[in-house]
């Protein structure tokens, strides 16, 4: 957690994310009927996003992670939500996941604009862990609600949808912008 939160190379905190999207909820400016927003170090925390060059994921442990992803997620809902979005930061680069339930796929949001980049960091080297990551939130939301619960609640298998996310088209950053940008598109 320390290490999200250190902020460097001008990149936003993840606790300065947490705040705005806390003060949003308060102040009515977010609509939460319909979605709901992670903090922003859920990824790091309960999936095991790790941040630095190397990025990756650490070995899933589904006892392990369950036990920060069940305080994380009480109140939200995530069941009754048609967005769920899952704040995600590796190599001091914020995107955005989004289980999105209108549609039944996995929608990433990314403001970096990989064509100016030196090729060997493009969208899908970028994001390759995000099927391992999706299943794991799939595994850990069917521990919580139990299977027969999220069929009732027409719960689309994230696991399957997993293997083919969308790629949204999104305004791209200059610099290092990408949390104020990640903010911007879950308020949005």
């Keep these: 957690m ?3 939160q250190k902020g460097d190379d001008g990149q936003m905190e993840g606790s300065i994310a947490n705040a705005l999207f806390e003060e949003w909820i308060v102040q009515q400016q977010y609509n939460t009927t319909d979605k709901a927003i992670l903090l922003a170090e859920f990824a790091n ?3 095991g996003v790790k941040i630095g060059e190397k990025g990756g994921l650490a070995e899933f442990n589904e006892d392990e992670a ?3 992803f069940a305080p994380l997620v009480t109140g939200k809902e995530l069941l ?3 967005l769920i ?3 995600h930061n590796t190599d001091k ?3 955005l996941y989004v289980l999105n339930k209108y549609t039944s796929s996995i929608d990433i949001l990314d403001s970096l604009n990989y064509r100016n980049g030196d090729g060997k960091n493009t969208w899908k080297t970028h994001h390759m862990d995000h099927p391992e990551l999706i299943k794991s939130m799939h595994a850990l939301m069917k521990k919580h609600y139990g299977e027969a ?3 009732a609640n027409g719960e689309p298998n994230w696991s399957r949808i997993a293997e083919t996310p969308n790629r949204v088209c999104v305004p791209k950053q200059q610099g290092t912008q990408c949390g104020h940008f990640m903010v911007q598109f879950a308020k949005y």
Excluded: A, G
Aim: aromatic share 10%.
């Design 93 to 95: 680069h914020y995107t």
């Design 45 to 47: 925390i309960v999936l």
């Design 80 to 82: 009754k939500k048609k």
């Design 2 to 4: 320390e290490q999200l």
């Design 149 to 151: 619960e999220l069929r």
């Design 66 to 68: 369950f036990k920060q």
């Design 85 to 87: 979005m899952i704040p």
